[in-house]
T-cell receptor, first 115, second 112 residues
Framework: SQTIHQWPATLVQPVGSPLSLECTVEGTSNPNLYWYRQAAGRGLQLLFYSVGIGQISSEVPQNLSASRPQDRQFILSSKKLLLSDSGFYLC??????????????FGPGTRLTVL | QKEVEQDPGPLSVPEGAIVSLNCTYS??????FMWYRQYSRKGPELLMY????GNKEDGRFTAQVDKSSKYISLFIRDSQPSDSATYLCAMSGADSWGKLQFGAGTQVVVTP
């Protein structure tokens, strides 16, 4: 079966510090990968998605960047965090072939607080 | 106007009641419809997946899609306190390139 991991689970960082959040998927090959941010009491905002190694599409221009160095690894980064970067960050994956390729499966999330 | 509209609630029901949730959408190209459940401080988990119109039942959960009205519903029978969560609808179409459009989520509280 497939599993998705995210770490760290929680993070408190000062304004201006760098950020690196990691997501890994097990049990599948060549998944589509996604990064979302969920502000308190609000819906999911798609930040980045990737259809393959080194292929990143940005949905919202902002202070963040993403990279996919390996097939099942997705990293969200920032060089200098802003207060507005606080939120709940979710990684998700979907199949690229077979049934239900539109269904996305989410990780446990990382709660980021920027002070 | 958002592509997907969902009442944020909260929706409070007594234990054992039927929970009725719904979303409306504007993009007639949507044909894949999903419902996710999200507990507080956790990632969303997939509950139901429906393709095109019709009903789908899984245990206490029933998903309905009415494409002519651009309206989808989720019903939870015999609700339990453990059903207290936020429920998100999501949808996509052939032109979505693997991206989902989410509703804002409805918070459900089932009281014992």
């Amino acid at each position: 079966s497939q599993t998705i991991h995210q770490w760290p689970a929680t993070l408190v960082q000062p304004v201006g510090s760098p950020l690196s959040l990691e997501c890994t998927v097990e049990g599948t090959s060549n998944p589509n990968l996604y990064w979302y941010r969920q502000a308190a009491g609000r819906g999911l905002q798609l930040l980045f998605y990737s259809v393959g190694i080194g292929q990143i599409s940005s949905e919202v221009p902002q202070n963040l960047s993403a990279s996919r160095p390996q097939d099942r690894q997705f990293i969200l980064s920032s060089k200098k965090l802003l207060l507005s970067d606080s939120g709940f960050y979710l990684c998700a994956w979907s199949r690229t072939s077979g049934d239900n390729t539109d269904t996305q499966y989410f990780g446990p999330g990382t709660r980021l607080t920027v002070l | 106007q958002k592509e997907v509209e969902q009442d944020p609630g909260p929706l409070s029901v007594p234990e054992g009641a039927i929970v009725s949730l719904n979303c409306t959408y504007s993009n007639s190209a949507f044909q894949y419809f999903m419902w996710y459940r999200q507990y507080s401080r956790k990632g969303p988990e997939l509950l139901m997946y429906t393709y095109s119109s019709g009903n789908k039942e899984d245990g206490r959960f029933t998903a309905q899609v009415d494409k002519s009205s651009k309206y989808i519903s989720l019903f939870i029978r015999d609700s339990q306190p453990s059903d207290s969560a936020t429920y998100l609808c999501a949808m996509s179409g052939a032109d979505s390139w693997g991206k989902l459009q989410f509703g804002a989520g409805t918070q459900v509280v089932v009281t014992p």
